[in-house]
Nanobody, 121 residues
Framework: QVQLVESGGGLVQAGGSLRLSCVAS????????AGWYHQAPGKEREMVAY???????RYQDSVKGRFTISRDNAKKRVDLQMDSLKVEDSAKYYC???????????????WGQGTLVTVSS
């Protein structure tokens, strides 16, 4: 099964930290460019952080200096370190990426099922 699986969400107080992980299923050979997105209730899904396979990153302005996206290509994993969390960061967080499976086929923009982050005041 071609899947990206997120983990690491939870409840945290404002000012706290969480680390989200996105791991590729065994059928995936590699992850290409990937990003983390969030979607709060009643709002559109939007990009939070993005990283190319080579490690070039891009962030939404509201998280610059607080969030860090990183990747481990050998482990087929993309992480999002979230520090100094704010109540407004509360949302469901999704991993998205281009993946190559074992037969060489490339799937564009595969979504994970998401992990919920709740920041309390």
């Amino acid at each position: 099964q071609v899947q990206l699986v997120e983990s690491g969400g939870g409840l945290v107080q404002a000012g706290g930290s969480l680390r989200l992980s996105c791991v590729a299923s065994e059928s995936i050979l590699s992850i290409g460019s990937a990003g983390w997105y969030h979607q709060a209730p009643g709002k559109e899904r939007e990009m939070v952080a993005y990283i190319t396979r080579g490690g070039v990153t891009r962030y939404q302005d509201s998280v610059k200096g607080r969030f860090t996206i990183s990747r481990d290509n050998a482990k087929k994993r993309v992480d999002l370190q979230m520090d100094s969390l704010k109540v407004e960061d509360s949302a469901k967080y999704y991993c998205n990426g281009d993946v190559t499976i074992l037969n060489g086929h490339v799937y564009r923009e595969i979504w994970g099922q998401g992990t919920l982050v709740t920041v309390s005041s």
